[in-house]
């Protein structure tokens, strides 16, 4: 009975260190599948995004575009700034497809490099740690 015990509390153990993320990066982009509709859904990102200091640039049944000044706070962000012509800006762009278990979420996140100029360059931020975040992030508002 006190094998059964250790056996069944080292099981629990092993099952609570496990991570439920799906991993994160530029080719396998943050998603979730909630059961909100896409109109909840949205305003719930916006909703959460907006305390970071995003704001709604595009908006429609199938996608929402939020942006904000980028904060140049790593190694990457501060080189590709550099060359910036303009303030870097920080784009999420969210996609909406209806499932059958219910609104299905992917998103993008780039750094919008010389924003509104002709030269204007993504530079992907999904394969930095910021993509895990965004995950997180989504899942909370699932």
């Known amino acids: 009975m006190k094998k059964l015990f250790v056996l069944l509390a080292a099981t629990m153990l092993l ?5 439920t993320s799906i991993p994160v990066s530029s080719k396998q982009p943050p ?4 059961q909100k509709s896409v109109g909840e859904t949205q305003k719930a990102l916006i909703n959460e995004f907006k305390d970071m200091g995003f704001k709604v640039v595009r908006r429609s049944s199938k996608s929402l575009v939020l942006e904000q000044i980028l904060t140049p706070n790593s190694t990457e962000r501060k080189q590709h700034a550099s060359y910036s012509d303009g303030t870097p800006r920080s ?16 998103a993008k996140f780039d750094m919008l490099v010389n924003p509104g100029k002709a030269n204007q ?3 992907t931020l999904l394969d930095s740690p910021d993509g895990a975040r965004l995950q997180r992030v989504l899942e909370g508002v699932k």
């Open 15 to 19: 099952a609570a260190c496990q991570t």
């Open 31 to 34: 998603r979730v599948v909630t």
């Open 91 to 106: 784009q999420i762009r969210f996609t909406f497809s209806k499932v059958q278990e219910g609104t299905k979420v992917t």
């Open 121 to 123: 360059e993504r530079v």
